[in-house]
T-cell receptor, first 111, second 114 residues
């Protein structure tokens, strides 16, 4: 089975800190995605990548950046964390159009 | 913009009963629909999908129905079990050619009562 691993399950960071969320997939998938999940709002796409060093903005990219230096790894960066970025962050990868595999999520709290 | 939505945020059913989770979509160009299940503390997992040229597809204990006339999608779970308690998301695929292809709804929390 494809595995998508997010490095942290829970994180607590201070306002203004630079935060790195890491995601690794083990099946050589081309596409990787970062979503945030908030109650009542569902999954909202932050950024996605369709190849190494390639990225595209999703619906809510403000305050975030991403890095994909290797095919298996897709990092989400909060340049200066704010309390409104407290959320569940989900990473996903896919090869086929609908074969999304999600990680278990990182619950980030910014205080 | 157009989006996928759900009729109800929560649904409670008795163990053994059938569950029906509904989803409305607004983009008639969507060519593929998917249901995901998200258990507490886990990421969403694929359940079943259906192409827009179909109106029904069955899996193990689950059936997805697609009504393109009213742009409605439903997930039916037969003989609901405690392990079915989770948040269920529908998603639609827009044939944009982009790697970004799925738009997700906000989810319905299914609770199975003993």
């Amino acid at each position: 089975d494809v595995k998508v691993t997010q490095s942290s399950r829970y994180l607590v960071k201070r306002t203004g800190e630079k935060v790195f969320l890491e995601c690794v997939q083990d099946m050589d998938h081309e596409n990787m995605f970062w979503y945030r999940q908030d109650p009542g709002l569902g999954l909202r796409l932050i950024y996605f990548s369709y190849d190494v060093k390639m990225k595209e903005k999703g619906d809510i990219p403000e305050g975030y950046s991403v890095s994909r230096e290797k095919k298996e790894r897709f990092s989400l960066i909060l340049e200066s964390a704010s309390t409104n970025q407290t959320s569940m962050y989900l990473c996903a990868s896919s090869q086929s159009p609908v074969g999304y595999t999600f990680g278990s999520g990182t619950r980030l709290t910014v205080v | 913009g157009e989006s996928v939505g759900l009729h109800l945020p929560t649904l409670s059913v008795q163990e053994g009963d059938n569950s029906i989770i509904n989803c409305a979509y607004s983009n008639s160009a969507s060519d593929y629909f998917i249901w995901y299940k998200q258990e507490s503390g886990k990421g969403p997992q694929f359940i079943i999908d259906i192409r827009s040229n179909m109106d029904k597809r069955q899996g193990q204990r689950v059936t997805v129905l697609l009504n393109k006339t009213v742009k409605h999608l439903s997930l039916q779970i037969a003989a609901t079990q405690p392990g079915d308690s989770a948040v269920y998301f529908c998603a639609e695929r827009l044939p944009s050619g982009s790697a970004r292809q799925l738009t997700f709804g906000s989810g319905t929390q299914l609770t199975v009562l003993p």
